[in-house]
Structure formats: C-alpha cells, structure tokens
C-alpha cells in the first residue's frame, strides 16, 4: 500500500531563514498532495496543497515542489517566523474517501 | 464561524471498558471523517461518512464504529479498550465525499488514555 515518509524527524532554524521540509511518497499513482501544520494542541491546520499535474505552487511565504519522478514532495518556508513552530505532515491521496496517508512529520523550531 | 467540534476534549479509560467520542463537522459540511493520531506519529485513517452512510474504512479492527446522524453530526465508539487505543482522535470535515482540491478541515481532538 501507500506509504509516506520524512526525510528529518526534527529541523532547527533560525528566524529569519528559510526552511525546506522534505517528503517521499511510495505510490506514483497519487494524485493529490497536502501538507498540515499542527501546533501543540491542536489538530492538523491545511497550508498548501498540489495537484499531480504541477510540479510547484506558491502561496503565502510558502511553496510546495513535487518531483514525480523520485516521488519526492517539499515544503519551503520563506523568512521563518517564531510562530512557524509545529509538527509538519505531508498527506497524499489514498484514491477517494477522504482518505489520506499521513507521513510521520517533522518538528520545525524556530529560534530567535 | 465554528469549526469542526469535538467532545470531551480528554478522557481517561481502563482496559475492557466502552468510549464514545463526538465531532460536529463546519456548517453545511456532509462528510465526515476520523483519524487516530498515536503519539509521536501522523493521523491514521479509520473511517469515511457522507450522507449517513460509510463510505471507506481504514485497517481497525471491528471494535472500531461510526455513524452519521441527520444534521451530519458523528459518533465514533470503541469496544473492549486496550492500552494501545491510547491516542488522539481526530474528526474532520469537508464539503463533498471524494477528495481531491476538497479540503479536510481537522478538530483539536480528542485525547483518549487507556489505563
């Protein structure tokens, strides 16, 4: 079945910098991509989402690469902030249902 | 406007005994959904409602049910607790069934402990 993975389990940087987040995917059959934030505390927050057919789109301070070649998927993240702190999770599309395979995260810190 | 709801937002369970949990979806949202998220991993699917009915269903085990009320609202309930149902449940809602450029919008949860 799908399987989705990090690169990184944690990531430390500091504000101002940029910051990449990395993911895999198994399937080359997936369709649609997501990545979530979550906070402490609270559940996954939507930041950007990808359509198999785009290999980069850009939205607020954030943008999402996917190369399907080597089935590999980033997050970058312009000018970190503090507030930029949380567990990031990339999702892919299992095929319908609303039913998305969830990679095991990476924790971003971001320090002054 | 509100979010997607969740009740009780902590319970503490012993082994063998029931839970109920709870998740009213964002007004207007039909299909509902709920993951597991066991500490230090990502949410894992358990099941799909829309319009009531079940429409995917994760790896669980049986002790793990759904339902789907009228006003959209949803219930999961675990039979027979074990120690590794410790986790946080999570409720998700969205617009349609099918997704795809159809956003899951996530509940904080609810953080169930198995004694």
């Known amino acids: 079945g799908e399987s989705v993975g990090l690169h990184l389990p944690t990531l430390s940087v500091q504000e101002g910098d940029n910051s990449i987040i990395n993911c895999a995917y198994s399937n080359s059959a997936s369709d649609y991509f997501i990545w979530y934030k979550q906070e402490s505390g609270k559940g996954p927050q939507f930041i950007i989402d990808i359509r198999s057919n785009m290999d980069k789109r850009q939205g607020q301070r954030v943008t999402v690469l996917l190369n399907k070649t080597v089935k590999h998927l980033s997050l970058q993240i312009a000018a970190t902030q503090p507030g930029d702190s949380a567990v990031y999770f990339c999702?892919?599309?299992?095929?319908?249902?609303?039913?998305?395979?969830f990679g095991a995260g990476t924790r971003l810190a971001v320090h002054p | 406007d509100a979010g997607v709801t969740q009740s009780p937002t902590h319970l503490i369970k012993t082994r063998g005994q029931h839970v109920t949990l709870r998740c009213s979806p964002i007004s207007g949202h039909k299909s509902v959904s709920w993951y597991q998220q066991v500490l230090g991993q990502g949410p894992q699917f358990i099941f799909q409602y829309y319009e009531k009915e079940e429409r995917g269903r994760g790896n669980f085990p049986d002790r793990f049910s759904a339902r789907q009320f009228p006003n959209y609202s949803s219930e999961l309930n675990v039979n027979a607790l074990l120690l590794g149902d410790s986790a946080l449940y999570l409720c998700?809602?969205?617009?349609?069934?099918?997704?795809?450029?159809?956003?899951?919008?996530f509940g904080a949860g609810s953080r169930l402990t198995v004694l």
């Open positions: 998700a809602s969205s617009l349609r069934q099918n997704s795809g450029a159809n956003v899951l919008t």
């Open positions: 999702a892919v599309d299992s095929g319908g249902y609303n039913k998305l395979i």
